[in-house]
């Protein structure tokens, strides 16, 4: 079985764009999240996707936004980019919300110049 | 709110010897706890899990957790380190399986192997 993919791998974005990330979970998965890793705060909860609704979401300004497709892909957006939004995005798949197991991606490394 | 601590953000073992990677956590309610492993460049590979059904939890790569209530720990052991293991690693708890309220993450511990 397939693991996580994320698309694309590495990124490289001017301050003020916006990017878009993409996550396709294992097959058969049904809830998504995303998460965010810098070298300062660590790794950080994003928010979840299950059934095309945002069940949760993290402490990240309004900037950051998600959505969930009927095949269960989901992507991100990060809108107007900050330097600082500079990171590893992580995206995980597990079969349901609580399910006890999540499975991540290799994520996408976003560089913000 | 729950929170990881954990101990030391490198920690160097030669080969061979025993691996500790020390976790604490808070949580308001009984806690699901994790270990991640993170290599360059590469997204977390779950090594175990707690879920409540054990105290010791054995996990991939020799790798095996106790969750001490009475601590609130998790610390992480492997007998005899090997070369392969050099990574990151990552405690985790969650309220709700690990899934519904997202993962909290402790700050990570760099593993070192001395050949």
Redesign the interface.
């Known amino acids: 079985k397939a693991g996580v993919t994320q698309t694309p791998r590495y990124l490289i974005k001017t301050r003020g764009q916006q990017v878009t990330l993409s996550c396709s979970p294992i097959s058969g998965h049904r809830s998504v999240s995303w998460y965010q890793q810098t070298p300062g705060q660590g790794l950080q909860f994003l928010f979840e996707y299950f059934s095309e609704t945002q069940r949760n979401k993290g402490n990240f300004p309004g900037r950051f936004s998600g959505r969930q497709f009927s095949n269960s892909r989901s992507e991100m957006n990060v809108s107007t980019l900050e330097l600082g939004d500079s990171a590893l995005y992580l995206c995980a798949s597990s079969l349901r919300p609580g399910a006890n197991e999540q499975y991540f991606g290799p994520g996408t490394r976003l560089t913000v110049t | 709110a729950q929170s990881v601590t954990q101990l030391g953000s490198h920690v160097s073992v030669s080969e061979g010897a025993l691996v500790l990677l020390r976790c604490n956590y808070s949580s308001s309610v009984p806690p699901?706890l994790f270990w991640?492993v993170q290599y360059p460049?590469?997204?977390?590979?779950?090594l175990l899990?707690y879920?409540s059904a054990a105290t010791l939890v054995k996990g991939i790569n020799g790798f095996e957790a106790e969750f001490k209530k009475s601590e609130t720990s998790f610390h992480l052991t492997k007998p005899s380190a090997h070369m392969s293991d050099a990574a990151e690693y990552?405690c985790?708890v969650?309220n709700?399986?690990?899934?519904?309220?997202?993962?909290?993450?402790?700050?990570?511990t760099h593993l070192i192997i001395q050949p």
């Not at chain 2, 709700?96 to 990570?108: H, I, P, Q, R, Y």
């Open positions: 699901y991640y460049n590469q997204g977390l590979q779950l899990k879920t990552f985790a969650s709700s399986g690990g899934g519904a309220d997202g993962l909290t993450f402790g700050k990570g």
